[in-house]
């Protein structure tokens, strides 16, 4: 099998695998434990935590260690909404954020937060201007994703964080950076951005790790009650093996990016050529947008029987986002893109990494090839 889901999730490194197993066999202190094993797991804790801050040209002190983006998001939404309140209660976000956003944002629609969701263009990117007109003295926070996780649109943050902050200095400007960390170049000071997530197990690290970057000035109320770890903002014993873990998947996948960028960058345009070349496929994916994602749909036949085809051949790819994929609806990003509800319901997503080659990816053409020929005469007839 050949699997290419890498932006649901990547197979570890080994060095991560090794270190993960030597920390959870050697510290199993607690980190709030006074004696000697306790304080040598938060020696351990605080290194990974100066790691994880180095990878991203931060202080440690801006380094929020969670339990991966779906908590990153929440805490970062959530706890400013809670937070900020005072200031207002109105929010500005996109239609094509992945569900641990967006669905935060309906939440808190239920609690009298209003929440604007600001349109894409065809490629699924959005205008910076949008955000210009968006943004008023009551809006407190502005959430946007760096890449988006099904299409690999990338957005212009550069020009996002400048209109965002021209229109209110006080919006806190929150970027989800899962799918772009280790595979385009992060700039935080230039994105203007007060809080980033990402998470481990997306750039070859640790299930169950992650970090949310909080800009120093910037306050979160907490969504835990327990505890003052983490600087009182997310109570819990740490995970030590996990976080020191994800501190050496994001050194090395940082380290890795130049490379990612133009070897699976390479990958990805041959796929797209090939796809833009076989008349029954819509390629939904631009060729500027991120390295290691493209989109496609097969009109007329569902997303899930091309997947299984495809995995007949030894071939895994996936649907919606990994968190949505299950749901038996179009996809809400490409619907959002103006694409029609057959195409949104068609589209699958093949994501790669470094682990992948051209014999890799001759033998995906191949598959794709053989199911789709095998597949035309169904969708013709309307059979799937």
């Not at 980190?31 to 994880?52: F, Q, T």
């Not at 760096?146 to 649109?153: L, M």
């Not at 093996?241 to 994800?246: E, H, K, L, Q, S």
């Not at 490409?334 to 051209?358: D, F, K, P, V, Y």
């Amino acid at each position: 099998m050949l699997y290419w889901d890498h932006a649901a999730s990547t197979p570890p490194y080994d060095e991560v695998i090794q270190t993960m197993a030597d920390v959870m066999r050697k510290h199993y202190g607690n980190p709030s434990s006074i004696h000697r094993m306790g304080e040598d797991a938060a020696k351990l804790i605080k290194r990974a935590r100066e790691v994880c801050a180095a990878s991203l040209h931060v202080t440690p002190s801006e380094i929020i260690l969670t339990s991966g983006a779906t908590e990153g998001n929440n805490l970062a939404i959530k706890g400013t909404a809670l937070q900020y309140a005072s200031r207002g209660k109105h929010i500005v976000t996109t239609r094509i954020e992945h569900p641990s956003v967006y669905e935060s944002c309906l939440e808190l629609e239920k609690y009298g937060y209003e929440v604007t969701f600001l349109p894409v263009d065809a490629n699924g990117r959005v205008n910076p201007d949008e955000f210009a007109s968006a943004v008023r003295k009551d809006t407190i926070l502005v959430s946007v994703m760096h890449v988006n996780n099904e299409t690999g649109a990338v957005q212009p943050l550069v020009e996002i964080g400048e209109a965002v902050k021209k229109a209110n200095p006080l919006a806190v400007f929150h970027i989800d950076g899962v799918q772009g960390f280790g595979k385009l170049p992060v700039q935080l000071k230039e994105w203007k951005a007060d809080l980033y997530t990402l998470s481990a197990h997306k750039i070859r690290g640790p299930k169950g790790t992650g970090v949310l970057y909080k800009r120093e000035g910037i306050t979160l109320h907490p969504l835990l009650s327990g505890g003052k770890q983490e600087a009182g903002v997310r109570a819990g014993t740490e995970n030590i093996p996990g976080f020191v873990a994800m501190a050496k998947a994001m050194r090395m996948a940082g380290e890795q990016t130049e490379t990612f960028m133009t070897e699976v960058g390479a990958l990805r345009d041959e796929l797209m050529a090939w796809i833009q070349k076989t008349p029954c496929l819509e390629l939904n994916s631009s060729p500027k947008g991120a390295p290691h994602i493209v989109n496609v749909s097969f009109p007329g036949m569902k997303s899930e029987v091309l997947l299984h085809s495809l995995e007949e051949h030894g071939m895994l790819v996936s649907t919606k986002s990994a968190c949505s994929s299950k749901i038996a609806e179009p996809s809400r990003v490409l619907l959002a893109m103006g694409r029609s509800e057959a195409s949104a319901s068609s589209a699958i997503r093949i994501s790669m990494g470094l682990t992948h080659s051209r014999e890799d990816l001759r033998r995906l053409l191949a598959a794709l090839e053989s199911a789709v020929k095998r597949l035309e005469p169904l969708r013709q007839e309307g059979l799937n």
